[in-house]
């Protein structure tokens, strides 16, 4: 075959095609967003000048496909936001959608009169203009100074409504009755409760957010609130529901059932509605197009149409909606409610990332690649891990499940830290409070309630946070193997189990989420220790059981004499032989204490954007934790008494 003949064919093709391929990818993408949304600009226009009702021209595009590209730019529910940095963007999205508009009507000016379906173009076009003007408003509601506006009008609104009804003392002997009484819990049905909990908690959450104080009563008030449940999972259920409300402000249009954005939906359905209806009709009359543009016409008009009701269908099942039908007197709508949702919310991930040091090889230059070690895992990579590590995410070696343990272990160090919190300021220094103190501790409170700290000082206090972290990563792991080693402890120890996951866990954050951990030069000291230990470690991995693990003592016992060389190791080893010498369920409380101690010292020292911007990849545990600490109380957001007092003297 010539080719220049193969040549020539193949832009023939790629004429006739270049639009309606475009075209139908956009549809195909606008599925795929708006299905995978909640778990996680195109070609020109032809006008017609030649087509007619009986003589088709094979290239003239139907006009009316230019604002359907405006309608997909609209973008879905599920998504408006890819990150935080696009929500500060909504003007460049509101020149861009002018622009767009206006290109449409340039291409539907071209072809008025020229085309006998024109007219459908039109209700195509306010649909279009209606979806992506919504996305623009989303976006501009969810900037920060927007965002920050909102909330200081709202947040004085939202503390006198509450003051008002709550005692200023006596916070403490309140029953869980007289909260829901006070809360208007009480006439909602008990399966919605923790609804209405986490949306009272997420109003909170936005003023957090908005990086503005809350007053003494409204604090006490979520304090109550959690303090109330039964069990820690209940209390990690509210706070992933309130996850989910701020996820949609920040990400999504479905922020909300109410009177505008019904209106807005229900134009943009029956615009696309109609003009699928009159499509039809006027291609029974006939229509100047060919079979294959009628085809792809009834395939964007007819996926629009399903796209807007799987749309509504998602908004009519999510907790927004659910949130109003279990409004008190509404008794036909709390039926509808038992009957059609689940409290089965899989948004978030329940499982945690891991990375240990020990199994990830680090090379002489510094650079790190991933690798499972068979011998010190029990089973293969999940294709979720594959995947990851094809993305480049390189540093995420398994996931470990976010265990009911876990959470108990979590929920009962924050209600001891709560306990030992006075809101009360000591007087007569208004200026200083224990808060302060309390949220600063990482690991020497632990340390110091079981007599060990002048011991252990300088593993905690005495390094900055990045290399304590290393330490007692290093230090869990060599304790670990060779209290299994050695029969000591279970392979299924709990508290094992839970230190390692978190010391896992907090690496993880160390090397892939830096920015939400507090200020440090931990990559540059993860690479020398990496190399060192990668070096080292490999020598002592006993082959002699079916899981292998540490000979821990021939291992320290060389690192030991190669002190000057391996300083991080060096000490980690010094603190492993150091936990080595205490009572074995001593040790492992410890240090699953300890590692809870420092992941909430990380939490408190993190930013809320940071934590925001943690929602688009499944939210991760250091959020969850944060959001408790905040709720109880454990939070420089959190005004005290005498604070709440000097600002309302300073107001009046």
Sequence with gaps: MDINNLSKRAQELWNEWEIRSLILLS??????????????????????????????????????????????????DTITAYALEDNELWLRHLLQLAIQASTASYSLFKSWGKDPLIYIAIPIFVAGITKYGDRVLVL?????????????????????????????????????????????????????????????????????????????????????????????TDAFKVIEVE???????????????????????????????????????????????????????????????????????MLLLSEWAMLRLSLPEKPWANAVYQAIYS????????????????????????????????????????????????????NIQSWEVISDELKELIWEYLIDKRSRYSHEMPQPDPGMNDLKEILAERGDYVLKKMGCLEEFRWAVVEIDFHG?????????????????HNNKVDANNQLCKMSRSLSNYMLYLLIELPNMLPKGIGEARYKQTGIQLTEFSTRWRSKETPRPHWRSEEFMKEIKNLESNVSMLHDACKLARKLQSLETPVKWRMI????????????SNCGWKEHAQALTRGGELLTRVCLLMAHLGLSEQCLTTASTSSREAHDA
């Design 343 to 394: 409290d089965n919310n899989k948004r978030w991930e329940r499982n945690m990332a891991q990375h240990d040091l020990a199994d990830a090889q680090i090379t002489k230059n510094g650079s790190a690649f991933w690798t499972m070690v068979i011998n010190s895992l029990a089973c293969k990579p999940t294709p979720k891990v594959c995947f990851l590590k094809l993305i480049g995410k390189d």
């Design 27 to 76: 549809l195909f993408l606008q599925i795929l967003l708006i299905v995978i949304g909640n778990r996680r600009n195109v070609s020109r226009s032809q006008g017609g000048s030649g087509t007619n009702r009986i003589n088709p021209t094979p290239n003239n595009i139907p006009a009316f496909w230019a604002p359907i590209l405006l309608v997909h730019l609209g973008g879905p």
């Design 468 to 484: 304590s972290l290393l330490l007692w990563h290093i230090a869990t792991d060599i304790c670990y193997h060779d209290d299994i």
């Design 592 to 603: 699953s204490q300890i590692w809870v101690e420092m992941m909430t010292y990380a939490a």
């Design 243 to 313: 996850l989910g409300f701020m996820y949609d402000v920040l990400f999504t249009k479905m922020t909300s059932v109410c009177s505008t954005r019904t209106i807005l939906r229900s134009i943009s359905f029956l615009s696309s509605t109609s003009a699928l209806v009159a499509f039809s009709l006027m291609v029974a009359n006939k229509c100047a197009y060919t079979e294959t543009e009628v085809i792809i016409s009834y395939i964007l008009l007819g996926g629009g149409v399903v796209l807007e009701i799987y749309g509504v269908i």
């Design 140 to 232: 501009w509601l969810a900037s920060s100074k927007k965002f920050r506006d909102i909330q200081s009008e709202e947040v004085d609104t939202f503390q006198s409504k509450f003051d008002n009804k709550f005692p200023s003392v006596g916070f403490f002997d309140m029953s869980e009755e007289d909260l829901n009484k006070g809360l208007e819990f009480n006439n909602i049905i008990p399966e919605a409760v923790y609804l209405h909990e986490a949306h009272f908690l997420f109003q909170m959450f936005k003023i957090f957010y908005a990086d503005l104080a809350l007053s003494h009563s409204s604090h006490m008030e979520s304090y109550l609130i959690l303090r109330s449940k039964k069990k820690a």
